[in-house]
């Protein structure tokens, strides 16, 4: 983001200003400002931190840096792009309707699965709906209709392993 020339618009109203008040003051006013132009662009730094640090906060998973590069303020935004569903956006089980549930759960394990539903761009609502989808899911033992858990002759053995 160029802010030289917010700075050098300010300057210039400032110095639009003096010169009313004749030569004397208008050489006072150009002499502050050559010696406030590094306050001011901290001043417009700092400005822009607090709005990207408000934005991060209303985006679940996002973090947004403000970075100086040379000397002008640049935004660097992690995490996702889009933004998550809404707490309602799961699937249904045809068409069945939902039910409100109050779930609790110790602070460490609850920190851990908004972690991972941040990194998929879910909500903690809709991320917990699908872990318990995939719990809920019918197992009669090794040969279970469940694809991932299907063993024996013939069968891909799929997942993951540590």
Same mark, same amino acid.
């Given at each position: 983001?160029?802010?030289?020339? $917010?700075?050098?618009? @300010?300057? &210039?109203? %400032? /110095?639009? !200003? #003096? +010169?009313?008040?004749? *030569?004397?003051?208008?050489?006072?006013?150009?002499?502050?400002?050559?010696?406030?132009?590094?306050? $001011?662009?901290?001043? @417009?730094? &700092?400005? %822009? /931190?607090? !709005? #990207? +640090?408000?934005?991060? *906060?209303?985006?679940?998973?996002?973090?947004?840096?403000?970075?100086?590069?040379?000397?002008?303020?640049?935004?660097?935004?992690?995490?996702?792009?889009?933004?998550?569903? #809404?707490?309602?956006?799961? *699937?249904?089980?045809?068409?069945?309707?939902?039910?409100?549930?109050?779930?609790?759960?110790?602070?460490?394990?609850?920190?851990?699965?908004?972690?991972?539903?941040?990194?998929?761009?879910?909500?903690?609502?809709?991320?917990?709906?699908?872990?318990?989808?995939?719990?809920?899911?019918?197992?009669?033992?090794?040969?279970?209709?469940?694809?991932?858990?299907?063993?024996?002759?013939?069968?891909?053995?799929?997942?993951?392993?540590?």
């Amino acid at each position: 983001m160029d802010i030289t020339g $917010l700075v050098e618009s @300010l300057s &210039d109203d %400032l /110095s639009r !200003a #003096a +010169a009313v008040g004749g *030569e004397d003051v208008w050489s006072a006013a150009e002499s502050l400002l050559l010696a406030l132009d590094p306050a $001011l662009r901290l001043t @417009l730094m &700092d400005a %822009l /931190s607090q !709005a #990207a +640090a408000e934005i991060a *906060e209303a985006l679940p998973g996002t973090s947004i840096e403000v970075r100086l590069i040379g000397r002008e303020p640049v935004f660097v935004v992690e995490g996702p792009r889009t933004p998550p569903p #809404a707490d309602d956006a799961f *699937e249904t089980d045809d068409g069945e309707p939902t039910a409100r549930i109050t779930l609790r759960l110790p602070e460490a394990l609850k920190g851990r699965a908004e972690a991972l539903a941040a990194r998929r761009g879910q909500s903690l609502n809709t991320w917990l709906v699908a872990a318990a989808r995939i719990a809920a899911t019918p197992s009669d033992g090794p040969q279970s209709s469940h694809p991932s858990r299907q063993h024996g002759p013939g069968r891909r053995v799929q997942g993951w392993a540590r």
